[in-house]
C-alpha cells in the first residue's frame, strides 16, 4: 500500500520541539515537513502591529533544524501563516530569519518561494458592491469604507491551491502567508495524489502537533502517514501516546458543529469517522469525506489602531476592601473622572476593572460567589492618546492606593505593587476591522495567493 509520511514537528513554528523526537522523525524518513506558523488565537494586535508572535531566536531555532534537516534527505518544507498573522511584514520577516540560515549553511540553490495573502482594498470594495461579502458572526462591526481604510492591511485565510501551486512548480521550501491551518498539509496530500479528504483532516490534527496526544503539547513532533483508505498519526516521543478519544477530540475542538469543518472553499464532513487503536500509540482515522463549499469563499482579517492602553497589576488582601470592591471602584473612577472633567472634557477615555481570584475570567457568571482571602486587580485605562492614558491611569492608581473606604484601618497601602513603576504604557490597542467572508469565482482561489521565486544569492 502506498503511503505519504508528513512531519510535524510543533504547534506553531518557533514553539519549540525537542530534537531526539525530530531526530526520530527524521529517521522514519518523511516526505515532507510541515508547519504551521500562525494563528488569531492572540487578538487583531499581531496582525495590525506587524510584529510575530514568537521571537526571532525561538524561529531562527527551529528553523535552522527543520531547513537544515529537510535540505539533507531532499525534501520539501511547507509552512503556512508565516510570521504568526502571515501579512507581507510576517513574510518578508520570516524570509530575512531564513536568509540568515541559508547563508550559514550555504544552501543558497535550495529552491524557494513566499506565497502571499495580502488582499488588495480595491478588491474588497467591489466585491462588497457586488454583495460578495459578508461578516463572520453576529457581532462583526460593518465593514465600512471608513473602517476599511484605516485598517493596516487585510490577509485571507488561503485554501490548499496556492501551495499546491508552488509544489508543482518545484519549489522545495515555501514560506507562505495566512493559511487555513490545515490547507499545507492538504495541498502536500493532493500534490502527491492522495485523498483530499483525509489532507485536510490530518492537517487539522498535525497542525498542532503533539496537542492529541497524551500528555498534549503544542512542543513536540508528529508523525503523520496518509493512505488511501485513511490515516494515521502517531507521536514521536515515548512519553506520549494517541488515542481514539484525545486525537477524535482534538479533531472537533474550536469548532461551532460537531462534526462539520468548513474550510476555504471545503467543508470537511466527519460524521462517519472512526478512530480505532493501534500499537505503539497510533491512531487510524477512516471515513472522512469532503464536500465543496459553492460559493468558493475565504476568511479575511484585517486589524485597525483603535486607541491607547496602560494598566496596573496590583494585589488586594483587605478582606474590607475585597468585599466593597466594585463601589470602592466606582467611587474612585468618579473621583478621576471629576478630576479630568476639565483636561479631557469628552471624557474620551475607558476604565475596566478585573479581579483574579474573584471573577476577572467569567465576569457575572461566575457561579463561585465566595470572596478569597487576597485578590489581584487588573485595572486599565483606554484612551484616545498614550499620554492621556498614561494621565487617567496614573490618577486612578493613586486614587484607589489610598482610598479610604468604609471600615480601613490604616491611612494608606490598600494595594500591594510586585514590581515598579506599577504602570505599564502598553502601546496601541487593536481591533479586528475585518473579520469576513469573502466569495471567491473562477481562477481566484489560486491568482489572490501570487507565488513569487525568493533568491537567496
Not at 489581584?376 to 492606593?401: M, N
Request: aromatic content about 8%; some cysteine; glycine content about 10%.
Amino acid at each position: 500500500m502506498q503511503t505519504l509520511k508528513i512531519l510535524a514537528p510543533c504547534g506553531i513554528l518557533g514553539y519549540g520541539f525537542p530534537e531526539a523526537s525530530f531526530a526520530r522523525g527524521m529517521a522514519m524518513e518523511p516526505d515532507a515537513i510541515i508547519v504551521d506558523a500562525g494563528s488569531t488565537d492572540a487578538g487583531p494586535h499581531k496582525l495590525g502591529a506587524g510584529v510575530a508572535i514568537v521571537s526571532d531566536a525561538a524561529m531562527r531555532r527551529d528553523l535552522e533544524i527543520i531547513i537544515i534537516a529537510a535540505a539533507s534527505a531532499g525534501i520539501p518544507v511547507l509552512i503556512g501563516s508565516a510570521g504568526g498573522s502571515g501579512g507581507r511584514v510576517h513574510v518578508e520577516h520570516t524570509i530575512a530569519i531564513v536568509r540568515q540560515i541559508i547563508a550559514a549553511r550555504h544552501l543558497q540553490d535550495l529552491p524557494s518561494a513566499a506565497v502571499w495573502a495580502d488582499i488588495p482594498k480595491d478588491l474588497i470594495r467591489r466585491k462588497q458592491r457586488e454583495g460578495r461579502i459578508g461578516p463572520l458572526g453576529r457581532t462583526v462591526p460593518e465593514l465600512t469604507e471608513e473602517r476599511l481604510d484605516k485598517t493596516v492591511s487585510v490577509v485571507a485565510q488561503m485554501g490548499h491551491e496556492p501551495f499546491e501551486r508552488a509544489l508543482r512548480q518545484g519549489y522545495r521550501l515555501i514560506v507562505g502567508g495566512r493559511a487555513y491551518d490545515p490547507s499545507p498539509f492538504a495541498a502536500f496530500c493532493a500534490y502527491r495524489g492522495f485523498p483530499l479528504a483525509y489532507g485536510y483532516h490530518i492537517g487539522k490534527i498535525l497542525e498542532c502537533a503533539a496537542l492529541c496526544a497524551v500528555p498534549g503539547t503544542t512542543k513536540d513532533c508528529m508523525l503523520g502517514t496518509v493512505r488511501e483508505d485513511g490515516f494515521t498519526v502517531e507521536p514521536l516521543s515515548g512519553q506520549r501516546s494517541c488515542t481514539p478519544l484525545s486525537v477524535a477530540a482534538h479533531t472537533f475542538y474550536e469548532k461551532e458543529h460537531p462534526y462539520l469543518l468548513h474550510g476555504p472553499g471545503i467543508t470537511m464532513d466527519l460524521q462517519d469517522c472512526r478512530f480505532t487503536q493501534l500499537e505503539g500509540g497510533k491512531v487510524l482515522v477512516t471515513g472522512s469525506r469532503l464536500l465543496q463549499s459553492v460559493p468558493y469563499t475565504v476568511k479575511l482579517e484585517g486589524a485597525l489602531p483603535k486607541a491607547y492602553r496602560t494598566f496596573v497589576i496590583a494585589g488586594v488582601r483587605d478582606p474590607l476592601m475585597i468585599a466593597g470592591l466594585p463601589q470602592i471602584e466606582k467611587e474612585a473612577e468618579a473621583q478621576v473622572r471629576a478630576y479630568y472633567q476639565s483636561i479631557y472634557p469628552d471624557g474620551d477615555y475607558r476604565i475596566h476593572f478585573y479581579h483574579y481570584g474573584m471573577d476577572a475570567v467569567l465576569g457575572a457568571a461566575e457561579p463561585e460567589k465566595g470572596l478569597p482571602h487576597e485578590v489581584g486587580l487588573l485595572f486599565e485605562v483606554i484612551a484616545a492618546s498614550q499620554e492621556q492614558a498614561d494621565a487617567v491611569c496614573a490618577s486612578l492608581r493613586s486614587t484607589l492606593l489610598h482610598y479610604g473606604y468604609e471600615g480601613r484601618r490604616s491611612t494608606a497601602g490598600n494595594l500591594a505593587f510586585p514590581f515598579a513603576p506599577s504602570d505599564v504604557s502598553f502601546g496601541p490597542v487593536y481591533e479586528f476591522s475585518v473579520y469576513h467572508l469573502m466569495a471567491l469565482e473562477g481562477r481566484e482561489p489560486v491568482e489572490l495567493f501570487p507565488v513569487e521565486p525568493i533568491s537567496w544569492r
